[in-house]
């Protein structure tokens, strides 16, 4: 039986949202409706499940969800990880901290030191924390919960199922399987077995 875990971006990214419905309602629906019937299990860390209650509401889940999907964290005193995978983020951070530090140079000689750039100051401020927040934290694991569904994944052997890049790029580091979120409808329903037969729907 497969092992699915999932991430927040299942429930609260559009473009993944809109395969089970328009509304979130629908979505939680329809998503429950087929990973009930489905030939498979569901995970998400308590951390991303208290984090998904936020974004959206504790409203919108009840019993049905939990019973649907294991609510567990990793083990995290008990598991192991290669010793790669941390020297390849402390690597990964240093670099963007340089990064990071290139962009905050620039926009400080475009302030110049009288504050003459053609750029309004606050436009100038504006695009310094996008560009900022882009180096640091765009394509890496930035945050407990994305951590927590990266290691019960590894730790369950489980699927990742995620729209986030850096939760797949360093999945994929660790030789966790990954599943594009955009395909869990379809992957759901070739999972559903037809009555009286033990084998999934074609």
């Known amino acids: 039986m497969k092992k699915f875990v999932l991430d927040t971006s299942v429930f609260t990214n559009p473009d993944i949202t809109q395969q089970f419905g328009e509304d979130d309602a629908t979505v939680f629906s329809n998503f429950l409706s087929l990973a009930t019937k489905a030939d498979a ?22 019993s049905d969800f939990e019973l649907t999907v294991h609510i567990r964290s990793p083990r995290k005193f008990t598991l192991l990880i290669p010793g790669f995978v941390l020297y390849d983020f402390i690597e990964e951070i240093r670099k963007r901290i340089d990064h990071g530090l290139r962009i905050a140079e ?58 986030d890049e850096g939760m797949k790029k360093w999945a994929d580091k660790m030789g966790i399987e990954i599943m594009n979120a955009k395909f869990l409808r379809d992957c759901l329903k070739n999972l559903i077995k037809p009555e009286g037969s033990g084998e999934p729907v074609s």
């Open 41 to 62: 299990q569901f995970f998400m860390p308590s951390s991303a499940y208290q984090e998904l209650k936020i974004m959206k509401g504790a409203g919108f889940f009840s």
């Open 106 to 163: 620039e926009h400080l000689k475009l302030a110049g030191p009288n504050g003459g750039s053609p750029i309004p100051f606050d436009q100038l401020v504006n695009r310094l924390r996008n560009r900022y927040r882009e180096a640091l934290r765009q394509g890496i694991l930035d945050s407990r919960e994305d951590v927590d569904v990266i290691l019960l994944a590894y730790e369950l052997e489980g699927i990742l199922v995620t729209a």
